[in-house]
């Protein structure tokens, strides 16, 4: 008790004491040259929705979705999916800006044509914005790339032990598979897709395993009838097809993502509500000032800001841009992940494309803990 309290008192001090000199610009993450992958991308959030975003070689903008309630049949931690942003003409990457603005929670890309694009997923609203501005009239398509496209074994150990068959190579059992996705036909100038998890998980086997159905005998089978997806939208666009979202050319356009998991649920009943909440939702720029004064009061309850030793200077640093990722993934249904929160990757040589967690799917108590343990200390009570 006595360590938490003399910390809660260093920070409120620090909070005194900079006050006048806090200025979280100076942690912005800036890049002058885009990325060759998704291991270049850049993480945003808003607590539940993240993105992993990068810009090609080609100009093109790519975005990795995830949520912390997009569970998989067999309790793997899935994506909700990938999109990709092309612009015509391309974004030009000869002389090109991309800028994490942590004091705004939000993705500025800047070329030297004047093609400029924001990211940010609303601090308050389950939507992913994409808004891009040109000096010249310009285009935009929005597509869908799916990578769950047919149903196949998974190969390799990424999910719960009780799907373990040693006798078998590769250990697990021939039940254990990833189901497709499924695009949405037909939607008028939207597309969309979603995840379907109609298969029984393992809940009631490990729940007998632990000697504990007394206790959850009532509950629902937490994977069985869950429904994860997105739906595109954009204001005076094209549908080109089931995938391929198109603007008008313009000098200002925009794409929404609305982003949704329903448990338990049925495909009809999700849709019917995601295009509620399309229908409902605030808009853009009431939703911009609320976003920004969410960010804005995040930033100004806690701070470490050392200046002059390099030892200090890199703490503030990694404390500043530590806690930015907690906030993008810390106010969901579920806890932060331990092995890579909402933000992973394809990994060369594994299968799954950003599905693949090493350790599988997993709350190891021992590692889910240590985004948590100065929480307290920093005022984030509402990540906990």
């Known amino acids: 008790m006595r360590k938490l309290m003399c910390t809660l008192v260093l920070l409120c001090c620090c909070n005194m004491t900079f006050a006048q000199s806090h200025h979280i610009?100076?942690?912005?993450?800036?890049?002058?040259?885009?990325?060759?992958?998704?291991?270049?991308?850049?993480?945003?959030?808003?607590?539940?929705?993240?993105?992993?975003?990068?810009?090609?070689?080609?100009?093109?903008?790519l975005c990795y979705i995830g949520k912390s309630d997009s569970w998989g049949p067999h309790g793997r931690l899935l994506k909700?999916?990938?999109?990709?942003?092309?612009?015509?003409?391309?974004?030009?990457?000869r002389s090109f800006k991309q800028r994490l603005n942590l004091n705004d929670g939000i993705i500025e890309i800047a070329s030297s044509d004047g093609q400029n694009i924001r990211l940010w997923v609303d601090a308050n609203q389950p939507i992913i914005h994409v808004e891009i501005d040109s000096n010249n009239p310009t285009s935009a398509t929005l597509l869908i790339e799916?990578?769950?496209?047919?149903?196949?074994?998974?190969?390799?150990?990424?999910?719960?032990?009780?799907?373990?068959?040693?006798?078998r190579p590769?250990?697990?059992?021939?039940?254990?598979?990833?189901?497709?996705?499924?695009?949405?036909?037909?939607?008028?100038?939207?597309?969309?897709?979603f995840h379907f998890s109609n298969i029984k998980s393992h809940y009631e086997e490990l729940i007998e395993i632990q000697g504990i159905q007394e206790v959850y005998e009532s509950e629902d089978d937490p994977y069985l009838h869950r429904v994860f997806g997105a739906i595109v939208s954009t204001k005076d666009g094209v549908r080109v097809n089931d995938h391929e979202l198109r603007t008008k050319t313009s000098d200002n356009m925009s794409f929404q993502i609305h982003v949704l998991t329903e448990h338990p649920s049925s495909p009809e009943e999700w849709l019917n509500k995601i295009q509620s909440n399309i229908e409902h939702a605030q808009d853009a720029d009431s939703a911009w000032e609320s976003h920004k004064r969410w960010w804005n009061d995040f930033w100004n309850r806690s701070w470490i800001e050392v200046s002059g030793d390099a030892d200090g200077e890199h703490a503030?640093?990694?404390?500043?841009?530590?806690?930015?990722?907690?906030?993008?993934?810390?106010?969901?249904?579920?806890?932060?992940?331990?092995?890579?929160?909402?933000?992973?990757?394809?990994?060369?040589?594994?299968?799954?494309?950003?599905?693949?967690?090493?350790?599988?799917?997993?709350y190891w108590w021992q590692n889910t803990r240590l985004p948590y343990l100065s929480m307290n200390a920093s005022g984030d009570f509402d990540l906990q």
Request: aromatic fraction near 10%; hydrophobic fraction near 30%; charge should be negative.
């Open 25 to 61: 610009e100076q942690y912005d993450v800036v890049w002058d040259t885009p990325s060759k992958n998704a291991h270049g991308s850049m993480p945003l959030g808003n607590g539940d929705i993240t993105v992993n975003t990068w810009v090609e070689e080609n100009g093109d903008l």
């Open 80 to 93: 909700v999916g990938r999109v990709r942003v092309t612009l015509d003409p391309p974004l030009s990457t």
């Open 146 to 167: 799916p990578w769950r496209v047919e149903q196949e074994p998974i190969p390799n150990g990424e999910v719960s032990d009780t799907y373990e068959d040693r006798t």
């Open 170 to 193: 590769n250990r697990l059992r021939s039940d254990v598979q990833v189901y497709p996705d499924t695009i949405i036909d037909n939607l008028s100038n939207q597309i969309g897709w």
């Open 316 to 362: 503030s640093l990694t404390y500043t841009l530590q806690r930015f990722v907690d906030a993008c993934a810390g106010r969901g249904a579920y806890p932060i992940k331990f092995n890579g929160s909402t933000f992973v990757v394809p990994h060369e040589g594994k299968w799954g494309d950003a599905d693949y967690r090493r350790w599988g799917p997993g």
